[in-house]
């Protein structure tokens, strides 16, 4: 009997003990890394527009500062960059490296006190083998999502620049000697391409990442590189994020777009089909992707024959290219948002076959049921009068890339809703 009571006794004081516990807390979310900003990187040799137009030898730099800019779209108090070897030849040397907020972008000046050295594991240098890419060591750094920084880095030995990527309104500029910490650079030169910083990351706790994938529309062609005011339509989804939830977007947006690039064909940076999971999966806590892609695969298609960099492409080999990413982007657990081609009749490499071709990936599109949303950049963009051109009021000159009122009702074509999940 004494037993007994012994046992229920101690099955009232544990009850009582669990009654007065402090309840148990939620696991807090882990900080983790989120992409912030980033660059789709191309191989410098390769051609810039077509099989007959030949590429100048990629630039030497020589004991000179490079300096590229950029504009964070997720803020954080720690941050990281990536350094992209991914197509040199030879090793490359980085002696020293930093990153700092752009305080006057008309003369490249940066703010000495957030001016932040950047490390790699614990060495202020690094050497990064052909086909690699580093990350640095976490650095303290306030970065403020859609206020422009700066990382600057120096290279102390020739080096030929093989890994570029070209987006507008992010230069690229140059002056001689070891300049990572000066603010103002006196003289600096404009560089034609950038090179090297490929990503900029930053510490949180559950953002959400949006990477847009695609050829020059998602690079921003046909906008102005000095404008004061980001122009490209993935900068102003992100203004729109921010304005819709304050100054700390929870959602980050990515461009990883190449111009001239195509989703089946190599010629112009590797095929979308080959980077995708490196530009796009690839990027750090990606949570969506957005996929505008193929126009050029039609456009350069030569529907009389096969021409070496111009081969014959139909909407049903375009259609099971966007299947495969789709397939990718599954496995990965990444969310898709799929964008339909926009018009681009009065282009050069407009014919009203390739028209068709155009019209058929775009049915699909829309029929799609295997995607979290689709994105109706056509109907955004066309002409009112003729459906396979571009709107005059949002078309470049070029009519195929549209200009800044174009990219601004892309923009506006995405729901934000579709970002929020």
């Keep these: 009997m004494k037993a007994t009571w012994s046992f229920l006794a101690a099955i009232a004081v544990g009850a009582m003990a669990a009654l007065l516990a402090p309840p148990v807390q939620a696991a807090a979310p882990e900080h983790r890394w989120f992409a912030s900003w980033a660059a789709a990187p191309q191989d410098a040799l390769e051609a810039p527009m077509g099989p007959t137009v030949g590429s100048p030898p990629p630039p030497v730099f020589d004991k000179q500062t490079l300096r590229q800019r950029f504009r964070p779209s997720l803020g954080g108090r720690q941050v990281r960059v990536r350094f992209s070897n991914l197509f040199g030849k030879k090793p490359l040397h980085i002696a020293s490296a930093a990153v700092a907020k752009v305080a006057d972008a008309a003369s490249d000046t940066v703010s000495p006190p957030t001016t932040a050295t950047l490390r790699f594991k614990g060495r202020r240098a690094v050497t990064i083998a052909p086909g690699a890419e580093v990350w640095s060591d976490a ?30 309104q992010e230069p690229t500029t140059t002056v001689p000697g070891n300049a990572v910490r000066r603010a103002q650079w006196r003289g600096a030169r404009p560089v034609e391409r950038n090179h ?12 959400r990442v949006v990477v847009a994938f695609g050829d020059s529309i998602t690079a921003g062609a046909g906008v102005d590189a000095a404008a004061a005011r980001p122009e490209r339509y993935p900068d102003l989804l992100a203004a729109r994020l921010r304005a819709a939830s304050g100054r700390s977007s929870p959602v980050g947006v990515v461009n990883a777009g190449i111009a ?20 796009a999966l690839g990027q750090s806590g990606v949570t969506h ?7 050029n695969d039609i456009g350069f298609s030569q529907t009389g024959g096969a021409v070496p960099g111009f081969p014959p492409v139909s909407s049903a080999q375009l259609i099971d290219g966007l299947q495969q990413l789709l397939a990718q982007a599954r496995e990965a657990g990444v969310n898709v948002l799929l ?25 699909w599109i829309r029929g799609q049921q295997a995607v979290d949303a689709v994105v109706d950049f056509d109907a955004a963009l066309r002409s009112a009068d003729d459906p396979a051109a571009l709107d005059p ?4 000159g070029d009519h195929l890339h549209p200009g800044p009122a174009g990219y601004e009702a892309m923009a506006k074509a995405i729901d934000l809703r579709e970002l929020s999940e």
């Design 393 to 396: 009021r949002y078309d470049s």
């Design 139 to 168: 650095a303290r750094f306030d970065a403020v999502a859609g206020q422009a920084a700066a990382v600057s880095f120096y290279l102390d030995q020739p080096t030929a620049a093989e890994t570029v990527h070209r987006l507008p």
């Design 339 to 363: 964008g339909t081609l926009t018009p681009f009749k009065g282009a050069a490499y407009w014919s009203a076959e390739k028209e068709a071709e155009r019209q058929a990936v775009n049915r």
């Design 196 to 207: 090297v910083v490929t990503g900029f990351d930053v510490r949180g706790k559950s953002p």
């Design 260 to 279: 001239g690039n195509r989703l089946l064909s190599e010629h112009i940076g590797p095929s979308g089909l080959q980077r995708f999971a490196r530009d």
């Design 289 to 295: 992707v957005l996929v505008l892609i193929g126009v």
